[in-house]
């Protein structure tokens, strides 16, 4: 056991016994119970989940039916806090829609699986099932809970708003292109945490000297940028907003006017300063895009959703209960000796369930 209140990373929890886990994964033949499950696992502003709702939802979260008793305990750790953050978010989505006076009949639900099943070229909902590794109540929930999503967001994705996210940024859906060159420093790590940081600021320093006049950015670019494009003053040539980059390098790119010279900003590749030497506009209408408007609205919709839901709640995790730390996914998983209280405005950006 760990002393009350330490928290204990997912590689900790190894010389634990698998303390928070084996409760909930023994419930569908994935473990060995050793310990017995809290009652209640965790509270989302006083409505409590029980063991068997924890279970239900493990078995839920993508990749745990492949779990085995040999599977590492970390990563059994990590499928529990998905499970646990994914409950969190269905909570609160279901209260939300009470709220709203939302109702997702039985009806609805079968109307969309059979949408589903016909989709995907099946006779019969068994045959869609074996595909999916689905069984047919996971199969209702997960339906039950799209709908419910489309609902709540409905209003936010009528036609003018549709047509009012085009016109804000055409230049992402138009199909424009952006000639880009950026200097790209990669920080030192075996420098230690403090890395990124330093790294950081002296892209800062670049950033003010291109600014100031001292340096032209494709000058600046050969004397600091640590990628091939150095030899080419950073030119990295014309980019679409879909092309295959990374999200972050696209995104800050398409934010930048012509002649803009960005903030710094971070890539798996390294932190990096850009700008836009060249723009060839588009001409991809509404009509033609508005499916991916459709898509990229929707995705920015919910989440705003629920996260504003998130910073609203309050979430009481049972000790031994395995989260992310604060509440946030993405964070390490942290599993505590006493209740751990996060409270309404402490959470940051959560994942879709």
Excluded: C
């Amino acid at each position: 056991m760990w002393a009350v209140g330490r928290r204990a990373t997912a590689a900790a929890a190894l010389s634990a016994a698998s303390l928070a886990i084996t409760w909930s994964l023994a419930a569908h033949g994935l473990g060995q119970a050793v310990e017995r499950a809290p009652a209640v696992v965790l509270t989302i502003d006083d409505e409590p989940v029980s063991a068997t709702q924890l279970s239900a939802a493990v078995r839920r979260v993508p990749g745990a039916r492949s779990l085995t008793p040999s599977t590492p305990p970390e990563q059994r750790l990590l499928v529990e806090a998905r499970a646990v953050d994914s409950l969190i978010n269905e909570r609160l989505l279901a209260a939300a829609a009470r709220r709203e006076a939302i109702i997702v009949t039985p009806q609805d639900i079968d109307a969309r699986i059979d949408r589903l099943v016909a989709a995907a070229k099946k006779v019969s909902l068994e045959d869609f099932l074996r595909t999916t590794g689905d069984d047919g109540d996971d199969l209702r929930h997960r339906v039950n809970l799209d709908l419910t999503i489309e609902k709540l967001l409905e209003p936010q994705l009528a036609e003018g708003a549709l047509r009012a996210e085009y016109n804000a940024r055409r230049r992402e859906f138009d199909g424009s292109r952006v000639r880009v060159s950026h200097v790209v420093l990669r920080p030192e790590m075996s420098l230690g945490t403090g890395a990124v940081a330093d790294t950081l600021s002296r892209a800062e320093s670049i950033r003010r000297e291109i600014l100031r006049g001292d340096a032209t950015f494709a000058d600046a670019a050969r004397k600091y940028s640590s990628g091939p494009s150095r030899h080419r003053g950073g030119d990295i040539g014309f980019i679409g907003r879909l092309d295959p980059m990374t999200e972050e390098f696209s995104a800050a790119a398409f934010a930048l006017a012509k002649g803009d010279v960005s903030k710094p900003f971070t890539t798996p590749f390294g932190i990096h300063v850009a700008t836009v030497t060249e723009i060839e506009p588009g001409k991809l209408s509404f009509e033609a895009v508005r499916g991916l408007v459709l898509r990229q609205v929707s995705v920015t919709a919910f989440r705003n959703l629920v996260q504003g839901l998130r910073s609203k709640a309050r979430v009481v995790y049972s000790p031994g209960v395995p989260h992310f730390a604060g509440g946030r996914p993405g964070a390490e998983v942290v599993v505590l000796e006493d209740a751990d209280v996060v409270e309404p405005g402490a959470t940051s950006e959560p994942v879709r369930p």
